[in-house]
């Protein structure tokens, strides 16, 4: 059965749904039940639909399983659906047929990964950009959770169908980039013998005393001390990210953007429409037209430009090169500017709800019980490399998920080395090194023949319905546009596969049965693989 069981019923249920009286267009939503005994699929329509056909949910449900029951022939779901039931308040739970466990199943052992997507895509073009942090210094933490939900993200919608560029924005110009050449001038000349009294806005971490005596020994001229510091920087912030397997296929220079005339071009526009003005000797764009509370300033009385003005250009620019969607990941000091930002593309005639700005909440790193201090001025932080150094990339990647993207998260070092069940990446590439080895270790080879009907004990069906979960998640990560909930079905799917292996023996006597547990196991390690591919964590083989 190759098309998304999901799909059809939400279709069964829209059919239903023509008999009743009443103008409505809810969408039917499925969602799976906490508690099996409330079925493998629900849906809360009758719920949804009371206030506008004045009537209690339950009379609505009761009346819509009976359509659903004399509709199913036709979507020909009969011998996928055993049972539909009205339960509780007016949810219409159904519950599926072993029949369809073993044919989806069966189409999972066949077509592997292929057997798990879902074209929500449609190869619409997305753009994510995501870390672009400023060439001063190394990344941190912060930095490091937004790179490895951006890449994930970036990989599940690629999986669903979108057509994906990752890009970085790189802030390589203004003040910042002013300030890091004038704090390595300064340690050069501390390394010359002066005494210097350091302002305390200067950079002096003492990665500046490396660039220093690379300046020094490069012969670098003073007026270039910046940009020479920031392409360092720069070589060091790329091999972080390559360790931490997050590739870019485009790096957005704001220089090469002001060169290029196109905030100009921009502004014309924008003025050509009558959403720039002049006001006290700086330019204003006239954001309050659209969802902005007010207006905002792109060009100084002194004839510099603000940060969003760039941003105005390089956003447009975004759109004209073909991408339909785009989504940007900051951190949460930049929550304010999202209206502003979504003003502009409005003021282009595009709209709005096609940017899409996630705000990925700080990390608080823990080492021994307690929160490391940071302090990007003095560079006395937690970089991303000390924690690749520290855990790894497996479990800084996935630790850094491991919570929505919306809640601040606490990252505990000591947790993310051990070798247990608290540490969740280990919990689960367990879960697949365990599976290569009984299947290694097996004298019953695994086969496309095995009979998979004898799988009848509740862990096992419970397992296969686990597994057919994978598409609705990735479905969650899509409309939430966050990968969390991909590292907490890893950690399900991983528990129900420890508890089925505890409690039913895959290697025994009875070969047949061996053969049908073995191809089980085998349909979760590739489950396990795709998600921990999707999320850019290692599928070890032996562990």
């Given at each position: 059965m190759k098309k998304n069981i999901?799909?059809?019923?939400?279709?069964?249920?829209?059919?239903?749904?023509?008999?009743?009286?009443?103008?409505?267009?809810?969408?039917?939503?499925?969602?799976?039940?906490?508690?099996?005994?409330?079925?493998?699929l629900s849906t809360n329509i009758a719920m949804r639909l009371s206030k506008s056909l004045k009537k209690p949910p339950r009379d609505i449900a009761i009346k819509l399983m009976v359509n659903i029951n004399s509709e199913m022939e036709g979507h020909g779901l009969r011998d996928y659906i055993k049972e539909v039931r009205v339960e509780g308040a007016g949810f219409i739970n159904f519950y599926l047929s072993e029949k369809y466990l073993y044919e989806s199943l069966k189409d999972i052992l066949t077509r592997e990964k292929e057997a798990l997507r879902v074209d929500l895509g449609?190869?619409?073009?997305?753009?994510?950009?995501?870390?672009?942090?400023?060439?001063?210094g190394s990344l941190s933490v912060a930095h490091a959770r937004q790179a490895a939900v951006g890449d994930a993200l970036a990989s599940i919608l690629e999986f669903l169908g979108f057509k994906v560029k990752r890009e970085y924005y790189l802030n390589d110009e203004g003040n910042q980039i002013n300030i890091l050449g004038r704090s390595t001038e300064l340690r050069m000349k501390e390394l010359a013998g002066e005494k210097i009294e350091f302002p305390e806005n200067y950079y002096q971490g003492e990665y500046i005393y490396d660039i220093a005596k690379e300046a020094k020994q490069k012969?670098?001229?003073?007026?270039?001390?910046?940009?020479?510091?920031?392409?360092?920087?720069?070589?060091?912030?790329?091999?972080?990210?390559?360790?931490?397997?997050?590739?870019?296929?485009?790096?957005?220079?704001?220089?090469?953007l002001g060169e290029s005339g196109k905030i100009e071009k921009a502004f014309d526009y924008l003025k050509k429409k009558g959403f720039l003005y002049d006001s006290d000797g700086a330019l204003w764009f006239k954001s309050t037209d659209f969802s902005d509370d007010k207006d905002r300033v792109v060009v100084k009385s002194d004839g510099s430009q603000t940060y969003l003005a760039p941003d105005i250009a390089y956003h447009d620019d975004k759109y004209k090169r073909g991408f339909e969607w785009l989504i940007n990941i900051w951190g949460?000091?930049?929550?304010?500017?999202?209206?502003?930002?979504?003003?502009?593309?409005?003021?282009f005639g595009r709209d709005p709800d096609s940017l899409s700005i996630l705000i990925v909440q700080l990390a608080t790193i823990f080492r021994d019980g307690k929160p490391v201090q940071m302090s990007t001025r003095r560079g006395e932080f937690i970089t991303l490399r000390e924690v690749l150094d520290e855990v790894g990339r497996d479990a800084a990647r996935f630790f850094f998920m491991a919570r929505r993207t919306s809640s601040h998260?606490?990252?505990?070092?000591?947790?993310?080395?051990?070798?247990?069940?608290?540490?969740?990446?280990?919990?689960?590439?367990?879960?697949?090194?365990?599976?290569?080895?009984?299947?290694?270790?097996?004298?019953?080879?695994?086969?496309?023949?095995?009979?998979?009907?004898?799988?009848?004990?509740?862990?096992?069906?419970?397992?296969?319905?686990?597994?057919?979960?994978?598409?609705?998640?990735?479905?969650?990560?899509?409309?939430?546009?966050?990968?969390?909930?991909?590292?907490?079905?890893?950690?399900?799917?991983?528990?129900?596969?420890?508890?089925?292996?505890?409690?039913?023996?895959?290697?025994?006597?009875?070969?047949?049965?061996?053969?049908?547990?073995?191809?089980?196991?085998?349909?979760?390690?590739?489950?396990?693989?795709?998600?921990?591919?999707?999320?850019?964590?290692?599928?070890?083989?032996?562990?």
């Open positions: 999901q799909e059809r019923i939400i279709q069964l249920i829209k059919e239903s749904l023509k008999g009743f009286d009443g103008g409505f267009s809810e969408e039917p939503q499925l969602d799976f039940p906490q508690d099996p005994k409330f079925g493998d449609k190869g619409k073009r997305v753009l994510i950009e995501f870390v672009s942090a400023n060439p001063t012969g670098i001229k003073v007026d270039d001390l910046g940009h020479f510091a920031a392409d360092y920087i720069l070589g060091i912030i790329k091999r972080e990210l390559d360790d931490f397997g997050v590739k870019f296929d485009s790096w957005y220079s704001q220089k090469e949460p000091d930049h929550h304010g500017y999202i209206n502003r930002l979504k003003s502009s593309v409005a003021a998260l606490d990252f505990d070092l000591d947790i993310a080395k051990e070798q247990s069940a608290q540490n969740p990446v280990y919990y689960v590439q367990y879960a697949h090194a365990r599976i290569h080895s009984i299947l290694r270790n097996s004298i019953v080879k695994l086969g496309k023949n095995a009979d998979l009907s004898l799988l009848k004990e509740k862990e096992e069906l419970a397992l296969i319905k686990k597994l057919l979960q994978f598409s609705y998640i990735l479905n969650i990560c899509l409309s939430t546009q966050d990968p969390y909930m991909l590292t907490v079905y890893l950690q399900e799917l991983s528990e129900s596969f420890h508890k089925f292996y505890d409690l039913c023996r895959v290697l025994s006597d009875d070969e047949q049965l061996t053969k049908a547990r073995l191809a089980l196991i085998e349909g979760v390690r590739i489950v396990i693989a795709a998600g921990l591919d999707l999320l850019g964590v290692s599928k070890p083989e032996k562990m």
